[in-house]
């Protein structure tokens, strides 16, 4: 997995959002640009799934690959989480040890996931 140097935050914009701020934080680009790389509003209206993460970060240049065995620890890329205290699933972008939610703020890990009562689903990371 590539590693990647820092993290430009950038906080989602409306109630579904969360895949766009995250891949733009990932790939390093605006949150606009990332948004026309999904060619669609749903990320806007309803979220959107994996695939469609995966295929707007192929419009930009890069590739995904799914994980379900991670590190937290070590491991950066689009986390899934659940937890009852959220309407749906959501993501946050995990970057070795930290957590950067897509409020802008900046978490340990442990604290997150226990603030929360989340569990981690999956782990997107970028390839090459």
């Not at 799934?49 to 970060?57: F, V």
């Not at 897509?102 to 009562?117: G, N, S």
Request: with cysteine.
């Amino acid at each position: 997995m590539e590693s990647i140097p820092y993290l430009q935050i950038v906080p989602q914009r409306h109630t579904f959002d969360c895949a766009v701020a995250c891949l733009a934080m990932l790939l390093g680009r605006d949150y606009e640009t990332t948004l026309l790389a999904f060619n669609s509003l749903a990320p806007l209206v309803q979220g959107v799934r994996t695939r469609d993460i995966k295929r707007a970060a192929l419009v930009l240049g890069s590739t995904l690959r799914f994980n379900r065995k991670f590190n937290l620890e070590t491991d950066t890329g689009i986390l899934a989480v659940r937890s009852a205290k959220f309407a749906t699933d959501h993501l946050v972008v995990l970057k070795e040890g930290l957590i950067v939610d897509t409020d802008a703020t900046v978490w340990e890990t442990d604290v997150y996931l226990q603030a929360y009562e989340a569990q981690t689903l999956s782990l997107l990371t970028k390839e090459g």
